[in-house]
């Protein structure tokens, strides 16, 4: 009679415990994504007050933007022409590329894509400069 008394409370109390180990969990978890959000929170915080200062504005706009103040000269370096088999493909990892590189690749891929043409081989990284002559200046005539 004994065993018949603890099998019915085991199979009563089965399910509440089942839920109750299911609410800790939830619980648990739920901490979890609190202290997560808290941590998030913190970050973009922090990312506003750097913003909210006009010297790291400035400092990023140089930096990523490649910004200069008047009557300053801005240098670009360019490194030497690389071979053909050394150019990337257009598909390649553009998230190292710099903003101007990407924004001339997603031209040249709209351009293959609205026209149908196909790519040059080897495409350039950055377009070559027009190559600039003087004109000819007329000379005063003798009279």
Do not use: F
């Not at 839920?19 to 506003?48: C, D, F, G, H, M």
């Not at 690749?105 to 080897?122: K, R, V, Y």
């Amino acid at each position: 009679m004994l065993a018949v008394v603890l099998a019915a409370l085991a199979i009563a109390l089965a399910e509440p415990m089942r839920q109750w180990l299911a609410q800790r969990n939830q619980i648990a978890e739920a901490r979890q994504q609190v202290e997560a959000t808290k941590r998030q929170v913190a970050a973009l915080q922090s990312a506003r007050q750097r913003w909210a200062d006009p010297s790291y504005v400035a400092d990023q706009a140089r930096t990523r933007l490649h910004y200069v103040r008047p009557g300053e000269i801005p240098y670009i370096t360019i490194g030497p022409t690389p071979s053909p088999s050394a150019v990337p493909s257009p598909r390649s990892d553009d998230a190292t590329a710099p903003w101007y590189a990407q924004l001339w690749g997603s031209i040249q891929a709209a351009g293959t894509a609205t026209h149908g043409a196909t790519a040059p081989p080897h495409p350039s990284p950055t377009p070559s400069p027009p190559t600039l002559t003087p004109a000819p200046v007329p000379r005063p005539s003798a009279p």
